[in-house]
C-alpha cells in the first residue's frame, strides 16, 4: 500500500490563495478534492476509493438520520467545505453544526464555504491517508471550535475520540460510538465501517 500526504501547492511569499480565487477554483474543478491551508496552499486530494466511499456513506446517512429526527442542527457530507477561524478551507468526511450557529450565518456565507467551524467532525482513513496529517487536521478542527470529534481506521479498527482540552482516546474495536453531550441521543453504529 502506498500511502501519501496530498499534494501541496505553495505559492511565492506573500501571495496567498484568496477565498474569491479559491471558490473559483473549486467551481471550475468539481470533480477534484480541494482544500486550502491556514498558510493559503492549496491542498489537492485523491478521490476517496469505492470501500472508503461506502463506509463514509454509512457514516453520513447515519449522521442525517439522527439529525433528521432530532432536528438539533444540519449535518454534511464530504463535499461540504467551511473556512475555519484560521482561514483554512477544511471539508470533513462528515460533519455537523448546531442549529442556532448555522441559522446565524447569513445566505450568502452558507452558500459558499461557510465561516464556521463545524461542531462534530468525523474523518475516515482511506488508502492514501498519511496518519500524521489527519491528526492534524483534527487537531485543527478542535482547535477552531469542533467540540467532538472522531477518527476512524478500518485497517486497525481503531478510532481516535478528540476533544477541546482533553488527550486523545484511542479505542480498539468500539461496536457503537456516543456523540455525547454534542450530539445528544446519536449512537454511530459501526458495523461495515469497522471490520467489513
Known sequence: MHVTSPLRLKFRPGLRLS???????CRANPDMRLERT???ELEIMAPAGSDSGRRNASLTSQLWNWNQS?????AFDSSSGFTLPNNAVRAPDASWVAKGRWEALTHDERERFAPICP???IELFSRT????????KMWEYITQGARLGWLIDPK???VEVYRPG???ETLTRPETLSG???LPGFVLDLKGILSA
Request: aromatic fraction near 8%; glycine fraction near 6%; proline fraction near 0%.
Open 19 to 25: 477565498d474569491r480565487a479559491f471558490w473559483k477554483l
Open 180 to 182: 455525547e453531550d454534542v
Open 129 to 136: 491517508d498519511e496518519a500524521s496529517h489527519l491528526r492534524s
Open 119 to 121: 461542531d462534530f467532525v
Open 166 to 168: 482533553q488527550q486523545v
Open 156 to 158: 486497525t479498527d481503531t
Open 38 to 40: 491556514s498558510d493559503g
Open 70 to 74: 432530532t432536528k438539533l442542527g444540519v
